[in-house]
């Protein structure tokens, strides 16, 4: 397989930007995420593949709950806090204010709209990431906004 | 959890769309599908969430190899043409040329980049689609295209 025409093949598969968030007692993970997909109408179900050395993933398969947010086109700043490893201080996430949702997992206050998860499936063994199949359990939508894709965004992940 | 609510947090997921084929003997399968994503980098895998009852999903069960292609933004007219069930007639498939992919699915000729995948995962249990996971093993880029999204189709598919 010649390798230029595998990552521009792959580079246009189309995805967006998130960051999912969780939490294992004292302990919090929260990354930017762009493999994720809706899988199932009834029940709904998310797939996300995880970095397996990431704090998110840790995280989830530990507590087994967690919150996906989308983030706005105009938030590629918060994207980016999020690339960073997880630290919390002063109530704030990676400098991000949050709350705590019904699931105990992080919401980040400053994100348009997010989707709390329950783990229903996790499998290590397929690939370098993690799948990890989630739930939907509550959602909310605070404002309409156009949500940040990869492409119209200064990164890549992919190819 | 409110309904509509849960809709429009969904529908902020981002999502390209795609033409999968695959064939088992002389039945093809071919669908345009928009719950895809890659998984892992090393070995290059993709998901893709598909209709169990499609012919798609039967015809890569069968024959554990398909091909994913990219639709460009202004191909919604051959998007709309794999909404319909998969008819093979004077060399064409629902109406488009192909020939025939190193891993004998059909190469649909007018799209301008395709993934050749085999199957090395399969899962019907988790919720109303089932979950395929592919392994790249050939990769063709035949333009530079915008690729088609969702959001910039005329239609919706999740929520």
Not at 13 to 34: C, D, H, I, P, Q
Not at 41 to 69: E, I, T, Y
Not at 70 to 85: E, Y
Request: overall charge negative; hydrophobic content about 40%; aromatic content about 8%.
């Amino acid at each position: 397989m010649e390798p230029k025409a595998k990552q521009k093949a792959l580079r246009l598969l189309t995805n967006g930007m998130y960051v999912l968030t969780a939490r294992s007692g004292e302990k919090f993970g929260a990354a930017t995420v762009t493999w994720v997909s809706q899988v199932s109408f009834k029940p709904p179900l998310l797939m996300a593949a995880l970095r397996k050395d990431g704090s998110v993933f840790q995280c989830l398969a530990d507590s087994g709950v967690g919150v996906l947010h989308v983030l706005a086109s105009d938030q590629k700043d918060i994207a980016q806090k999020f690339f960073a490893p997880t630290k919390s201080e002063n109530d704030l996430l990676n400098g991000e204010p949050f709350v705590r949702a019904k699931n105990s997992a992080p919401i980040l206050t400053n994100l348009p709209a997010y989707i709390e998860c329950s783990v229903v499936d996790l499998n290590e063994r397929l690939g370098d990431h993690a799948l990890v199949i989630l739930e939907v359990t509550n959602c909310a939508f605070l404002r309409e906004v156009e949500p940040l894709t990869v492409t119209d965004s200064p990164w890549e992940y992919g190819g």
